[in-house]
């Protein structure tokens, strides 16, 4: 099993992306809730997404889940807890057994949402691309991390199988 060091020199994460994500933290939260909107549009649309949230008071908790885990992107401290938090976040999907293909493409969601945002307030594309580089890194690491819940529940099917 990798560890986080390993999981963020496999995609060149330095200590620098870590601090530019922490810089965007005051705009990732003013821009949350519109993230979060959005994010639910796109899941309320597609029938097997919108089965989950059904429940109103489930979906006003999860919305805070979610919006959780968007400021979590930013928090500029990305160790070992963060990666097991990661895993259980993607265990949790297996659990209830909403498909890896969504999940790939709610990410893609909050990708062009921040590409957005920095597009919106960083005019100097050279300032623009290295908190996007950043941004980039981080969505495909907590992607990478969320994916290998759903592997491990392949391999698991494999062995109870045979
Ligand atoms: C739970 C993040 C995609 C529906 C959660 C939790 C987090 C999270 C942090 C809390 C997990 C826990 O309690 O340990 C994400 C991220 C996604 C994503 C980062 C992709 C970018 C989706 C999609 C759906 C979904 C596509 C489909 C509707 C849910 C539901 C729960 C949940 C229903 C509650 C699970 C439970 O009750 O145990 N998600 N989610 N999520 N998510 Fe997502």
Redesign the pocket.
Same mark, same amino acid.
């Not at 997404?49 to 949230?53: N, S």
């Given at each position: 099993m990798l560890t986080m060091q390993e999981i963020k020199n496999h995609y060149y994460f330095s200590d620098t992306d870590a601090e530019m994500l922490k810089e965007l933290f005051p705009l990732a939260q003013s821009s949350s809730e519109a993230m979060v909107e959005e994010?639910y549009t796109y899941?309320l649309k597609i029938p097997e @997404?919108? +089965?989950?949230?059904r429940d109103p008071k489930?979906l006003a908790r999860?919305k805070r @889940?979610?919006t959780?885990?968007?400021l979590?992107l930013f928090c500029g401290r990305y160790d070992n807890e963060y990666m097991l938090?990661l895993q259980?976040?993607g265990?949790?999907?297996v659990?209830?057994k =909403?498909s890896a293909h969504? +999940?790939?493409?709610?990410?893609n +969601? =909050?990708r062009r949402f921040l590409i957005e945002m920095l597009q919106a307030n960083f005019p100097d594309i050279s300032v623009r691309r290295k908190y996007r580089i950043a941004v980039e890194k981080i969505l495909d690491i907590?992607?990478d991390i969320?994916s290998t819940s759903y592997q491990e529940e392949e391999l698991r099917k494999v062995f109870v199988s045979h």
């Open positions: 994010f899941l @997404t919108a +089965v989950f949230l489930d999860l @889940t979610h959780e885990w968007f979590s938090t259980s976040i265990q949790a999907h659990r209830i =909403v969504y +999940v790939n493409a709610a990410m +969601v =909050v907590n992607l969320m």
